[in-house]
Structures are given as C-alpha cells and as structure tokens.
C-alpha cells in the first residue's frame, strides 16, 4: 500500500504570495494533521481533520487554513507569506478517533524569499 | 499546556553498543500518550514507540524500549545493538489522551543520534 503522500516536494514562493500544500492520507485512513517544522526545531501542530471536520488547530495565525476532502485528501493554504513560514510541512494520517499512531508524509519544503 | 524537554542536542555511540536518549516532559493532564519518532536526513517522521500514561509496563518494540517513570515525567529511548542507520534526529513527543479525534504531540527539539562503525 502506499504511504502518505506530499505535493509539491519543493515550493519556492515570494513574500506576500500565497500557497497551496496537498497530501493524500493512507488508504482507509480518515484523519489527517498538519505540521510545520522550522530547521532545528520539532514539528509544531497546525491542524488536525477528521471526517473533513477540523478537530484540532494550533497557534498559528489566520493565515493558515485547511481542509479535508470526501477522499480524505487534504489541502494546506497560507496566505500573505512571510520569510519566516520558510520551512518543512508534514502531513500525517491516522486510521481515526483514539489512533497514537500518526504516519507522516515525505514533507513539503517551502522557501519563502 | 504540554512541555518537552530533550537535553542532549547530540549523541554518539558506537555501532553494537546501547543508547539512552533522555527525555522529559511536563503535564496537568492525568491521562496522555508518550512517543518517539526518527527522522532521518530524508524528512520523513517514522513512528517507533508508544506509551500510555497508565500502562504499567514499559513499552518495547524491537531494539526499541521507552523507559517510562512516571514520577519523574521521565520517558527515555533506550536504543540496544545500535546500528549505522539509526543515525538520525530522534523526537520524544507527548499528547493529552484525545477526547475526539487523534493525539496531536507536541514535540521536544530533537537529540541527534551519530553510530559510528
């Protein structure tokens, strides 16, 4: 079966432009998270969706938003980028409610400049 | 609000050998999860161990084991016959147990683990 899966592998945008992050949970799983991982740091939550119903949101500004799909599929959309949303975007997916095991995604880097 | 502290920014270890890589948290939550997970030089988060705030035992899988003491918010990795490709950032991470949905960890900053030959 095929893992999670990210796209695009790398993204480089300009400040003030916005961007759209893609990535396609394991099939049969109905969760998925988001996470943003700046270099030398832990990832950090963004979001979480379950049954395309947001579940969970971290401290991140309004900027950020997301969504499920009925295929589970999910997008990351951030707006009005700043030279500080530089960095790696993990998605991951999980079979459902009470799951502790998360399976992550290859990550999208994003290069704002 | 969850904290995570990982205090070895890096270790080295020779290959064969055990390694320990520390990690300690911080909670109000009464009931919640522990995990590690690696991440090599690819990207990729790899799910390795799990541990539940009242599982009495600790958790083992494989070579990995999670030293889990409870009193001392302490949940170390304990890594036996260490191998060249477990060289990699390593994450300790703890989520309140959910009430909806799945755990959302929140991350320590990493120890990164070097096996030498």
């Known amino acids: 079966d095929a893992g999670v899966t990210q796209s695009p592998t790398h993204l480089i945008k300009t400040r003030g432009q916005h961007v759209t992050l893609r990535c396609s949970p394991i099939?049969?799983?109905?969760?998925v998270s988001w996470y943003q991982q700046v270099l030398g740091q832990g990832p950090q939550f963004i979001f979480q969706?379950?049954?395309?119903?947001?579940?969970g949101r971290g401290n991140f500004p309004d900027r950020f938003s997301a969504r499920q799909f009925p295929n589970y599929s999910s997008e990351l959309n951030v707006n009005a980028l700043l030279l500080g949303d530089s960095a790696l975007y993990l998605c991951?997916?999980?079979?459902?409610?009470?799951?502790?095991?998360?399976?992550f995604g290859p990550g999208t880097r994003l290069t704002v400049t | 609000a969850q904290k995570i502290t990982q205090t070895q920014p890096g270790m080295f270890v020779q290959e064969k050998e055990a390694v320990t890589l520390d990690c300690t948290y911080d909670?109000?939550?009464?009931?919640?999860?522990l995990f590690w997970y690696k991440q090599p030089s690819s990207g990729e988060m790899i799910f390795l161990i799990y541990?539940?705030?009242?599982?009495?035992q600790n958790a083992t899988e494989g070579r990995y084991s999670l030293n889990f003491q409870k009193a001392r918010k302490s949940a170390n990795l304990v890594i036996s016959a260490s191998q060249l490709g477990d060289s990699a950032m390593y994450f300790c991470?703890?989520?309140?147990?959910?009430?909806?949905?799945?755990?959302?960890?929140?991350f320590g900053r990493g120890t990164s683990l070097i096996v030498h030959p």
């Open positions: 991951a997916s999980s079979s459902g409610t009470q799951s502790y095991e998360q399976y």
């Open positions: 099939s049969g799983h109905k969760s």
């Open positions: 969706y379950y049954e395309k119903e947001e579940r």
């Open positions: 909670t109000s939550d009464p009931s919640y999860g």
């Open positions: 541990q539940g705030s009242y599982d009495q």
């Open positions: 991470a703890m989520s309140p147990a959910p009430s909806g949905g799945s755990y959302i960890p929140t």
